[in-house]
Nanobody, 118 residues
Framework: QVQLVESGGGLVQPGGSLRLSCAASGITFSIYDMGWYRQAPGKQRELVATITRGGTTNYADSVKGRFTISRDNAKNTVYLQMNSLKPEDTAVYYC????????????WGQGTQVTVSS
């Protein structure tokens, strides 16, 4: 059974920081590309950051220079360090694992709420 379990969300003031974690089980984590997505109320889910199995990263323009994605294959965990948080970063953040072989396998976590407010 595949599980992606996010943690680390919460309420933070503008300018603050949070570190999200996503612990994966039931997959060979090291061969999956991992990502963080977010969905704000009334909006579509959007890409925040991705990291390939080789360690190549990609970021949405809105978070470049503020957020950092990383992975620890020994711990089957992907992280999202979020600095200089803004109210517009408020959303539910989801972890994603994807691999394309002869078929595509795509898994999602349940999400963790991040609220940036004074």
């Amino acid at each position: 059974q595949v599980q992606l379990v996010e943690s680390g969300g919460g309420l933070v003031q503008p300018g603050g920081s949070l570190r999200l974690s996503c612990a994966a089980s039931g997959i060979t984590f090291s061969i999956y590309d991992m990502g963080w997505y977010r969905q704000a109320p009334g909006k579509q889910r959007e890409l925040v950051a991705t990291i390939t199995r080789g360690g190549t990263t990609n970021y949405a323009d809105s978070v470049k220079g503020r957020f950092t994605i990383s992975r620890d294959n020994a711990k089957n965990t992907v992280y999202l360090q979020m600095n200089s948080l803004k109210p517009e970063d408020t959303a539910v953040y989801y972890c994603n694992a994807v691999i394309v072989l002869h078929v595509t396998k795509d898994y999602w976590g349940q999400g963790t709420q991040v609220t940036v407010s004074s």
